[in-house]
């Protein structure tokens, strides 16, 4: 007998941080035979929900309410220890780890310190500019990380603002825009009434 290999859609569900009303009976929806080979006459399921912000579909409704999180800039998924927040379950239980565990390596310019060394390593780029060798083409602004420059360059395109402030209708680029729109937004709010 040999092991069987597939993700469970209940794991998947559980790590987008979604909550099933009731456990699934089999993995029907997996495309494989009782022979657990993959079945090329059973078609694709049908992708009937569709993301308003970018088009992108998906097969269950659950899977594009977790998706539209990335337009929304929603973080639904709270540290009990600290005040920040995640879009995903898994990256809390992710973060929550480091309050637990205990922190060996330490800065010795500001003193944070760091689970792993990888950690202290990335941070200390932060005092010494780090290594930046990714350079926006068209300002000329510099960053360590390339994902770093892709998210900055948005800003010059002519792409889709994808954010929408729910009180205003004001778009934005990057979701770390709209919250900050958002907060100053509510505390305006709270003053004005």
């Known amino acids: 007998m040999h092991a069987v290999r597939f993700v469970c859609s209940l794991l998947i569900y559980q790590g987008l ?31 009937r929900h569709h993301c308003s912000y970018c088009g992108n579909s998906f097969t269950r409704l659950l899977h ?18 600290c005040e920040k927040s995640f879009r995903w379950l898994t990256s809390l239980k992710k973060h929550e780890k480091g309050h637990t565990q205990e922190k060996l390596y ?21 005092h010494t500019g780090g290594d930046k060798t990714y350079h926006c083409s068209q300002c000329g602004k510099r960053f360590n990380r390339l994902r770093h420059l892709n998210k900055h360059e948005r800003i010059h395109t002519q792409e889709e603002k994808t954010y929408h402030c729910s009180h205003c209708g004001k778009t934005f680029s990057q979701s770390e825009d709209l919250e900050s729109h958002e907060r100053i937004e509510r ?3 709270d003053l004005c009434f």
């Open 64 to 81: 594009l309410k977790a998706h539209e999180r990335i337009h929304t800039g929603e973080k639904p998924f709270h540290c009990s220890q």
């Open 106 to 126: 330490q800065c010795s310019l500001c003193g944070k310190s760091f689970t792993k060394l990888g950690g202290l390593t990335r941070h200390e780029r932060t």
């Open 17 to 47: 941080g979604i909550q099933l009303g009731e456990r699934p009976a089999s993995h029907s929806d997996s495309r494989k035979s009782p022979s657990e080979e993959p079945d090329t006459e059973m078609p694709k399921p049908a992708r």
């Open 187 to 189: 505390l305006c709010s």
